[in-house]
């Protein structure tokens, strides 16, 4: 593991204005030919004023993706070019990031183009409209129509967080976004990219005084504080609520959760871990659920269940950084279920929810046993080593490292010994603590909503069918999960059209 020295120049955050001046994170790897940059701005789309849903995201693409007061943004594309390097931003419910990576050698041209994006920006109307009708797009037809499965996880965060600071998806709502002018964009920068909200984060091999430099330069924002958002408070669903996003599609995907109270640094933590990697790590054939409903039915993909927040898990097999909440959802994704006959969508769709709940009620009843603690482990010491495994994602832990307010070694060098520190007794009391089975959202996104709704409410087995033969034990089970109870009445399943899917608040 490479060592980092994190270098905090006042307390963690969220305390006073004053504790939170000139805050450096470095990671310093003197052999590394790259620099990596992460300059964290405590704000996100938590901080979107009502009826501006999307602002705080529209105004960070902007930075990165606009003109500034020295170049307009053609001739800075043809400056990054050349360099093979670029920079972006990310919003998400807390933390907004600008990050970027060069060679060495073209630092200091590089350097001073990615400042100025955030210290100088032009706010060209040109600009502001050609970001704008991209978020449109993708607000429109993108998240509608491209990725059910992103959908039906921002559908279930929505329902989770209504009523709080974290319902809306970070690029807001259709008409939110529409109702959003450059001046709104001026003003959302002036009051939130404060000298005292934004943490510089600096790795690699970088000359000696360089991060301080870059600490000086930000320095240049306005002194103030960005005001304290109170953290959510997320009410837990009364029984089985469900939500269906109706649209023509032959496949549905799945996604099932509820609020929990984990977080890095608390007591379950690294035993939350381990228990939803044994039963669903992202991409991996190791869980429980993978082989439940894909390596023994063949139904999709991939099933996965997470202890915090994955955005875009269709991009990246490693778990995301600078997603750092205040508070998480214990979620079950079941990538998108295809029909196999033009009428058995429904059935092969309840099919596999009921298989998810029924190894979730196994899970949360039983707990691991020994053997699944201890194989947990050893998958666990191996496959974390990729976490770290760029300049890039090491200086963004280091960040979130900061926000959760972790004590050194950090994330990254404490997770081997703190999952190998585990035993059964250990992980099955966190379970039992942090998991329940009774109080679940589900979101569905699939055609005929009507049908699957009344498939539901009747309680009826869904019972599925193979193209080849498959073991009579197999079989056995499939008898129990078709008729697995989905406890359900009218009242508690709402239906959506896409069409009308995060039009308005």
Same mark, same amino acid.
């Not at 000359?207 to 600490?215: D, L």
């Not at 078709?482 to 109870?485: E, K, L, R, V």
């Given at each position: 593991m490479t060592r980092f020295m994190m270098v905090l120049a006042a307390a963690a955050w969220g305390s006073t204005a004053t504790a939170q001046t000139d805050r450096l994170i470095t990671l310093p790897e003197p052999e590394s030919p790259f620099i990596a940059f992460n300059i964290w701005v405590q704000v996100g !789309?938590?901080?979107d004023p009502e009826g501006k849903e999307g602002l705080a995201s529209l105004t960070a693409n902007l930075l990165s993706d606009g003109s500034t007061t020295t170049l307009d943004y053609q001739t800075i594309l043809a400056r990054l070019y050349p360099m093979a390097a670029g920079y972006g931003a990310n919003v998400d419910k807390e933390m907004t990031v600008f990050t970027g990576r060069v060679h060495r050698d073209n630092l200091?041209?590089?350097?001073?183009? =990615?400042r100025d994006a955030l210290l100088h920006p032009a706010f060209r109307e040109e600009d502001f409209n050609?970001? *704008?009708t991209q978020t449109l797009a993708f607000l429109e037809r993108s998240r509608r129509y491209s990725r059910d499965e992103e959908l039906s996880k921002d559908v279930l965060f929505w329902a989770a967080y209504r009523g709080t600071r974290y319902q809306h998806p970070s690029e807001g709502y259709v008409e939110s976004v529409r109702d959003i002018t450059l001046d709104d964009v001026r003003a959302f920068y002036t009051k939130h990219y404060l000298r005292n909200g934004l943490v510089v984060a600096v790795g690699g091999g970088y000359?000696?005084? =360089?991060?301080? *430099?870059?600490?000086g330069e930000f320095d240049a924002l306005p002194q103030g504080a960005v005001a304290r958002v109170p953290a959510p408070e997320p009410a837990m669903p009364d029984g089985i609520k469900v939500i269906i996003v109706e649209k023509p599609a032959d496949a549905a995907p799945i996604s099932i959760g509820a609020p929990t109270p984990v977080l890095r640094g608390g007591p379950d933590y690294w035993a939350m871990v381990a228990a939803? !990697?044994?039963f669903g790590e992202h991409r991996n054939s190791f869980s429980r659920l993978y082989q439940v409903i894909r390596e023994a039915r063949g139904m999709n993909y991939g099933d996965y269940a997470y202890i915090e927040a994955f955005p875009r898990g269709y991009t990246t097999q490693q778990p995301p950084v600078n997603i750092a909440r205040r508070s998480h959802l214990f979620e079950i994704w079941i990538r998108p279920i295809s029909r196999t006959s033009p009428t058995d969508l429904h059935d092969r769709t309840l099919f596999a929810t009921r298989a998810a709940l029924r190894e979730f009620n196994a899970l949360v009843r039983n707990g691991m046993t020994a053997d699944a603690v201890e194989a947990t482990k050893r998958f666990l010491h191996n496959y974390s080593v990729k976490y770290g !495994?760029?300049?890039s994602r090491r200086l963004a832990y280091a960040?979130?490292? &900061?926000?959760y307010r972790l004590p050194a070694p950090g994330y990254l060098a404490s997770l081997r010994p703190g999952i190998g520190a585990l035993d059964r007794q250990q992980v099955n009391a966190a379970i039992g603590r942090q998991l329940q089975t009774d109080n679940l959202w589900l979101v569905f996104v699939t055609s005929d909503a009507e049908g699957l709704k009344q498939k539901l409410l009747s309680g009826a087995p869904t019972p599925i069918t193979y193209a080849g033969e498959k073991p009579a034990s197999l079989l056995a089970e499939d008898i129990e999960i &078709? &008729?697995?109870?989905i406890p359900v009445d009218a009242s508690d399943i709402t239906i959506i059209p896409v069409d009308e899917i995060f039009e308005r608040r």
């Open positions: !789309s938590q901080n200091d041209e590089y350097y001073g183009l =990615f050609r970001v *704008k000359p000696t005084g =360089f991060p301080a *430099k870059v600490r939803a !990697s044994w !495994s760029t300049i960040v979130d490292d &900061a926000f &078709a &008729a697995y109870p």
